[in-house]
């Protein structure tokens, strides 16, 4: 795969720029305009075969697919604590999808932008022959004098938050899901710097636990008992005969935020928390040297699974 | 086609924030961050088949479509006035392309992001079947306290001014060219808030002049004697029959900078211009009444042929 090869090279040598805060590694860049707000800066793409397909049981609808894009871009700039504030979207057509497939494509764009505030800045189309991709760019901006939230960060003592439910998404959420910039910008409010590291769930708990762990240099222990279950991953579960803590732990594209809060923070935040999308303490962080840890709800410790969605059918990678 | 429709539909209903000044339209959106800088904001494209191809004798090279898809998205932040900051690249790689040539791709990159000096910040990388696409983001600024360039605010007196040779990039320069940040920032450096409009050539001087006119309402005269021919140009009219005129209207992919002037910045513009490009003054802003037209050497007048390049083998059109 030229991928991984690909994404070791980008981080081994950097690029950079003075104004540039983070780069590649977190969920969006951070830029550091000379102003009071940090800008959380983003690219994504949703590639047909890889991220969604048009025909059979599980084909998504123009509308759904444009959704999609850009509600992947706003979660990552609603886990780096920021709010969306204008998007570019490139979509590249191909043969065989007429003016009603792209002006749908276009409205679910727009209701994204719309629903969470954000400027539709301009974009680029092309066609070609044969696949369907959608980039979206999305900057958002953090509170005037607060730092983007990142993946590093996190200290042991912190608790570690999870926004909604988890599990079954590729049931149908993945398609029309809120990405959690509401929520996000509640628990800024009710948190502030008491926020210490945050990441959005993409490649499954298990694996954006893991990616916190190696950003923030720290171990984790999860709480079975405490993980909010979806009712898609207990219906998954019903189907395929998997437990619904696989599903949970791995099925990936929930796009809900996971959160480590200082103790303290995090204890107002429960008792003063006021959304309607549930929050849930699902475990805590640990030193480095105790590693990645499950706590089953009998009581004993396990290693916590490497178990995560592989994103596409043909192995694509996100690298941020 | 899809296309046009949907860029009907972007221009007719556009989603807004607060921060953002220029929308869909310019070559650039422009979002006014609070702050003293203005900023330039780009997503662009390059698809197989549509910007590149990679068998036969026009095969560009994995190093060439990386520069090529920053390089594109570099003009259009220098034809804003503004200096490239920090790049987002999303790639969508295929089957058939090994590591070899993705790390020849992120050569590329990563050569026009070092010799601009902007970051690469980020991005994403996705596998799927059948076409590679590169998708690129790129966010610049403008001097603090001064405005970014649009293609509106020309006025009748204006002079028209363009960097550089055109015509006949198909023949190699639109796959290494170089964007024109530099002359963009001494441009402003002399000239100041005398440059009144600006937009970089990539349908083809005729048709982007006309753009031009459009967004500003105003009509122009091109002076034929006063342009600057490439060798390119020459050597494919000599090739193929066709004028070295029609070639220098029409080609397109030039990636130089066309601007509207006031008269007197153009003057001490032209007598203090001492950049390595060339910078010729080819015409002037006449009122919307005067139409389009080129003036021949002969001193006749003529309509501004509408010959203009279409990117793409499938008709691909870019909105901005």
Redesign the interface.
């Known amino acids: ?3 991984l ?3 070791r ?2 981080r081994e ?5 003075p ?2 805060k983070v ?4 969920d ?2 951070v ?1 550091t ?5 940090e ?1 959380a ?5 949703v ?5 969604f397909v048009l025909d059979g049981p599980e084909a998504a609808t123009p509308r759904q697919i444009g959704w999609k894009a850009l509600a992947k871009a706003a979660s990552d700039i609603a886990a780096a604590g920021c709010r969306p ?2 998007a ?8 065989g ?3 009603t ?3 749908e ?2 409205a679910g764009v ?1 209701a994204c ?2 629903r969470l ?15 369907l ?1 959608v ?1 979206v ?1 999305l ?1 958002g ?1 953090a509170p ?1 004098g607060q730092p983007a939230w990142l993946r590093q960060g996190a200290r042991a003592g912190d608790v570690l938050l999870v926004t909604g439910e988890l599990g079954g998404s590729r049931g149908g959420k993945h398609l029309d899901f809120m990405p959690r910039v509401e929520e996000a910008s509640q628990l800024r409010n009710l948190a502030g710097a008491g926020i210490r590291a945050c990441i959005d769930i993409t490649d499954g708990l298990a694996r954006d636990a893991g990616h916190l762990c190696e950003e923030s240099g720290v171990g984790i222990e999860i709480d079975e008992a405490a993980l909010p279950l979806s009712a898609a991953a207990v219906s998954a579960a019903g189907r395929d005969g998997r437990s619904a803590l696989e599903h949970v732990l791995g099925d990936g594209e929930d796009f809900e935020l996971l959160l480590a809060v200082d103790p303290s923070a995090a204890e107002a935040l429960m008792k003063n928390w006021a959304h309607a999308t549930r929050l849930t303490r699902i475990g805590r962080v640990l030193p480095p040297a105790a590693g990645r840890t499950l706590k089953r709800s009998d009581g004993r410790s396990e290693r916590l699974p490497d178990v995560g969605y592989e ?10």
């Open positions: 795969m030229g991928e090869a690909l994404i090279r980008i040598a950097p690029t950079g720029h104004w540039l780069g590649p590694g977190s969006c860049a830029v305009w000379p102003a009071g707000h800008m800066y983003k690219i994504d793409q590639v047909e075969g890889a991220h504030v204008a570019l979207v490139a979509i590249n057509l191909r043969n999808l007429d003016d497939f792209a002006l494509l276009h727009k932008a719309e505030g954000f400027a539709l800045a301009g974009g680029d189309i092309t066609s070609s022959e044969r696949t991709t980039c760019s900057i901006a005037a994103h596409g059918t043909s192995a694509g990678s996100p690298t941020q």
